[in-house]
């Protein structure tokens, strides 16, 4: 089991930006995938992003474009910038990691996000 720890949650303007950061407790190396999940309220939880050892990128069609997401050179630590946010980003964001390609996520705390002006 991998422990995260997020930080970079707040309160911003719709246009605005924020940057999410996550780090894990094990070694970079060993850590395959790590990424981001959100829940707003009243929703179910989704896929934001989530970044590969193998080069792998995905994002949900709703974040393309704006939001980017990049792993540390350690690679135990990931970030989601998240730029022209709308109040729809609105939610609860989870780093997740997983040490090995077949391994269930492992789960942060999560930091919530507010977009409002």
């Known amino acids: 089991q991998v422990q995260l720890e997020e930080s970079g949650g707040g309160l911003v303007q719709p246009g605005g930006s924020l940057r999410l950061s996550c780090r894990a407790s094990?070694?970079?190396?060993?850590?395959?995938?790590m990424g981001w999940y959100r829940q707003a309220p009243g929703n179910e939880r989704e896929l934001v992003a989530h970044?590969?050892?193998?080069?792998?990128?995905f994002y949900a069609d709703s974040v393309k474009g704006r939001f980017t997401i990049s792993r540390g050179s350690a690679r135990n630590t990931v970030y989601l910038q998240m730029d022209d946010l709308k109040p729809e980003d609105t939610a609860v964001y989870y780093c997740v990691a997983a040490q090995y390609s077949d391994d269930p996520w492992s789960w942060g705390q999560g930091t919530r996000v507010t977009v409002s002006s």
């Open positions: 970044d590969t050892s193998a080069g792998n990128t």
């Open positions: 094990a070694a970079g190396f060993s850590i395959y995938t």
